[in-house]
C-alpha cells in the first residue's frame, strides 16, 4: 500500500516538474530547431559558393565571407545552445526532484538570447562582424548573450543546491560541470580579445583555443550527461560501470582545457603550446571512447527497446559520432604528418561539423524525443516523419564528415606542394565540396521535419496515447514499455 502510494507521489512530482517547464522547453527547442534550418540553409549556399563562385555574386550580404560564418554561428549559438538550454533544466529539474518556479525568467531571458543572436547574425550578414572564428557576432552581442545565459541556468543551480539529501547522478556531474565552464571560457576569450586585446598571433591562439574549449567543456559534457540519463532511463538497466563514468569525467575535465593551440603550429607563440595542444586534442580519445563504451554497453542490455526506441536510436548515433570525433582527434593531430595538413582546410570544419551535428546533435534529438512528450502531454505523431528524421541526419552527415575530413586532407597536401600554383589545392577540394552540398541539403530536408513535428507537439497536436512513439509497430517487451517514465529505473550515481 504504501509503495503504491510511493509511486503516485512520484509520478505526480514528475508531472509536476514537466508541467512547470513545457514553455521553456519547447520554446528552446522549437527556436532551436528553427536556427538549425536557418544554419543549414546558410551553410548550404557557402558550400555551393566553393564550386560555383558566381552564385549570388550580385548580393554582398551573401558572399561567402560573410555567409560561412554566419552559418556556423548560428549554428552553435542558435541551435546548439538552446538545444543544450532545454536539456540542461528539463534533467536538473527532473534529477534534482524540484519544479521550476523562474519560467518567466526563463523565457525572457531565452527571448533576450534570440534577440541577440538575430542581430549577430544580421550584423555578420551586413559586414560587421569581428573575423574571430565562432565569434564573429558584433562586441555589443557578446554581454547580452552572457547575462542571457546567467539569467536562464541559475534556475537550475538553485534547484541542485536545495535538492533533497541522496545521491549525485553521474548526469548532473556533467551538466553541471558544463554550467560553469561555459561561462569561464566565454568571458574569458571575449576579455582577452574585445577588452584587453594584446597581439593578434595571441589572439588567433585564443579564438583556437575557444572553439576547442565550446566543443569539449560545454557541448560534449552536456551530451554526454544526456546520454547517461537516457540509457538507464529508456533501458531501466544500471549503467554498466560506475568507475568508469567517473573516470571519464575526471579524464575530460583533465585534458580537455589543454586542447586548440594545435591549430597555430608553426606560428610564431612558445613553441610548446601548438604541441601540448596536439597532444591534449589526441588523449580527448580516453573520456571519449570510455563514455561511449559505457552508455552504448548499458543500451545494448536491452536490446527490444534498443530496436523500436526513437531516443535511444539517435543517441547510439550520436555516441557512435563521439568514436569517430574521437578517432578522428587523433589521426587529424600527428605533428609531421596530418597536423600541417589540416590547419588551412576542409578538414579544420569537418571535425567541428562531426562534433556539433555528427555528435552533440543527435544525441539532443534523441533526448527531445523522450522529453517533448512529457511535457506536452502528448505522443509524436508520426513515427515515419521520426525514421525520416534519423535516416537523413544520420546519412548526411555521415557524408559531410566523410567528405569535409578526407577532401581537407587532399586539399591540404595541394597547398603543401610549393611547386604546384595554388589553385591546384583549390581544384583538389572542388568534388567534394560538391557533395558536401548535396549532403547539406539532405540535411535540412530531414530537420525541416523535426521542426514541423516540435511546432505541431508545441500547439497540441500531438495524439493522445498511453504508448511512446515508436519505430516499430510492435512495443518493447521492457516492463515499463519501451521509454517508460520510472526515475528509479537503474540511474547513475556516486556519492
Known amino acids: 500500500m504504501s509503495t503504491t502510494s510511493s509511486s503516485e507521489q512520484d509520478a505526480l512530482l514528475r508531472a509536476g516538474i514537466d508541467r512547470s517547464l513545457r514553455h521553456p522547453v519547447m520554446f528552446f527547442l ?13 551553410g548550404i549556399i557557402a558550400s555551393a559558393k566553393v564550386h560555383a563562385p558566381g552564385l549570388l555574386s550580385s548580393c554582398a550580404w551573401l558572399t561567402y565571407g560573410r555567409v560561412f560564418p554566419a552559418h556556423l ?3 552553435v549559438y542558435g541551435w546548439g545552445m538552446q538545444a543544450a538550454f532545454a536539456v540542461i533544466i528539463w534533467l536538473m529539474a527532473r534529477l534534482s526532484r524540484k519544479e521550476c518556479t523562474m519560467t518567466g525568467t526563463i523565457l ?16 555578420i550578414l551586413s559586414g560587421n562582424g569581428t573575423g574571430i572564428p565562432w565569434m564573429e557576432f558584433p562586441t555589443f552581442a557578446w554581454p547580452v548573450l552572457l547575462v542571457s545565459y546567467i539569467a536562464i541556468l541559475i534556475g537550475s543551480f538553485i534547484q541542485f543546491r536545495v ?9 548532473q556531474w556533467y551538466l553541471l560541470a558544463a554550467m560553469i565552464w561555459f561561462p569561464w571560457i566565454f568571458i574569458t576569450a571575449n576579455t582577452l580579445l574585445h577588452c584587453i586585446p594584446g597581439h593578434p598571433v595571441m589572439g588567433a591562439a585564443i579564438s583556437a583555443w575557444f572553439r576547442s574549449a565550446f566543443i569539449f567543456l560545454f557541448f560534449t559534457p552536456v551530451a554526454i550527461g544526456a546520454a547517461y540519463y537516457l540509457a ?10 560506475y568507475s568508469l563514468a567517473k573516470l571519464g569525467f575526471w579524464s575530460l575535465a583533465i585534458i580537455a582545457p589543454w586542447a586548440g593551440m594545435q591549430k597555430l603550429t608553426g606560428a610564431p607563440i612558445p613553441y610548446f603550446l601548438p604541441y601540448l595542444g596536439a597532444a591534449a586534442t589526441a588523449l580527448i580519445f580516453v573520456p571519449a571512447a570510455t563514455a561511449a563504451y559505457n ?5 545494448l542490455s536491452a536490446e527490444e527497446t534498443l530496436a523500436v526506441s526513437p531516443s535511444l536510436r539517435f543517441t547510439v548515433a550520436g555516441i557512435t559520432g563521439l568514436i569517430v570525433l574521437a578517432a578522428a582527434a587523433v589521426f ?4 609531421g604528418s596530418t597536423l600541417p595538413l589540416t590547419q588551412f582546410s576542409l578538414s579544420g570544419y569537418g571535425f567541428e561539423i562531426l562534433a556539433i551535428y555528427g555528435f552533440f546533435s543527435l ?15 502528448r505522443e509524436w505523431l508520426s513515427s515515419r516523419l521520426i525514421k525520416i528524421h534519423f535516416l537523413f541526419s544520420v546519412y548526411g552527415i555521415i557524408t559531410v564528415a566523410l567528405i569535409t575530413l578526407f577532401g581537407g586532407l587532399q586539399q591540404g597536401i595541394g597547398q603543401e606542394d610549393w611547386k604546384q600554383p595554388w589553385a591546384a589545392a583549390a581544384s583538389r577540394a572542388y568534388p567534394y565540396a560538391v557533395a558536401n552540398t548535396v549532403a547539406w541539403i539532405l540535411i535540412l530536408f530531414s530537420n525541416l521535419f523535426f521542426l514541423l513535428h516540435l511546432a505541431l507537439m508545441w500547439i497540441g497536436l500531438g495524439r493522445r496515447s498511453s504508448h511512446p512513439t515508436l519505430l516499430q509497430s510492435a512495443h518493447a517487451s521492457s516492463p515499463h514499455g519501451a521509454e517508460g517514465d520510472i526515475d528509479n529505473a537503474g540511474p547513475a550515481t556516486t556519492h
Open 73 to 75: 554561428n548560428a549554428l
Open 163 to 171: 535538492r533533497p539529501e541522496g545521491h549525485v547522478y553521474i548526469s
Open 332 to 335: 587529424l593531430n600527428l605533428p
Open 232 to 241: 538507464p532511463k529508456v533501458t531501466g538497466r544500471p549503467i554498466f560501470s
Open 363 to 377: 544525441v539532443m534529438f534523441g533526448t527531445a524525443y523522450f522529453i517533448v512528450p512529457r511535457v506536452t502531454r
Open 108 to 123: 525572457t531571458a531565452g527571448h533576450l538570447w534570440n534577440l541577440g543572436v538575430s542581430l549577430g547574425v544580421i550584423g
Open 295 to 299: 552508455t552504448i554497453r548499458t543500451m
Open 30 to 42: 522549437t527556436s532551436g530547431a528553427a536556427w538549425l534550418a536557418v544554419s543549414i540553409l546558410l
